[in-house]
């Protein structure tokens, strides 16, 4: 059974850090990009971070500078440093491979969870 479980969300002022983790089963984790997305309520889940097998890194220009992905392959865990929040990275936040994990056809995710940037 696929489980993609993160963790580390909460609340947060402006400025702010979280840091994201999130454990990956391992046959997964040792063939696939890894990927940071987040989703906003009525907006499309969007890629914030990607990671390849190698370490190499990509960042939309929204949060190039402030966030920052890694691969730990002895713990088969993926983080998201997420520094200088602001409100508009208020989301949940969802790992998952780079495309997205499809089981059966039909595309999975896990609970995600939720960063909220708020005063």
């Known amino acids: 059974q696929v489980q993609l479980v993160e963790s580390g969300g909460g609340l947060v002022q402006p400025g702010g850090s979280l840091r994201l983790s999130c454990v990956v089963p391992?046959?997964?984790?040792?063939?696939?990009?890894m990927g940071w997305y987040r989703q906003a309520p009525g907006k499309q889940r969007d890629l914030v971070a990607g990671?390849?097998?190698?370490?190499?890194?990509n960042y939309p220009d929204s949060v190039k500078g402030r966030f920052t992905i890694s691969r730990d392959n002895a713990k088969a865990t993926v983080y998201l440093q997420m520094n200088s929040l602001k409100p508009e990275d208020t989301a949940v936040y969802y790992c998952?491979?780079?495309?997205?994990?499809?089981?059966?056809?039909?595309?999975?995710w896990g609970q995600g969870t939720q960063v909220t940037v708020s005063s």
């Open positions: 990671i390849d097998i190698g370490g190499t890194t």
């Open positions: 998952n491979t780079i495309p997205p994990l499809r089981i059966r056809g039909a595309p999975y």
């Open positions: 391992r046959s997964i984790f040792i063939i696939h990009s």
